[in-house]
């Protein structure tokens, strides 16, 4: 069982930077590929980030040259860097491992 807890959401105006972390237990973090998720009001969960256990990355297209997601297993916390937010940026987004464990989700809200 892998437990991750989110952090680092919040309100922030069009143009503003967050960095999420999510904080992993109860496995070996090295081994997990992480992925970070988003979903908006009404709409499905979707895919924002991904980073294997060899570190390599995926962005979705709509946050590539804005976003990056890295890994630090010696503190077994996986990152999303967002710059340049822009309002459709604004959603609940979730840590998750191994696509099977869940973190509770973080919110993030972007004023324009």
């Known amino acids: 069982q892998v437990h991750l807890v989110e952090s680092g959401g919040g309100l922030v105006q069009a143009g503003g930077s967050l960095r999420l972390s999510c904080a992993a237990s109860g496995s070996i973090f090295s081994t997990n590929d992480m992925g970070w998720y988003r979903q908006a009001p009404g709409k499905q969960r979707e895919l924002v980030a991904f980073i294997t256990s060899g570190g390599t990355t995926r962005l979705a297209d709509s946050v590539k040259g804005r976003f990056t997601i890295s890994r630090d297993n010696a503190k077994n916390t996986v990152y999303l860097q967002m710059n340049n937010l822009k309002p459709d940026d604004t959603a609940v987004y979730y840590c998750?491992?191994?696509?099977?464990?869940w973190g509770q989700g973080t919110q993030v809200t972007v004023s324009s």
């Open positions: 998750n491992a191994d696509l099977i464990f």
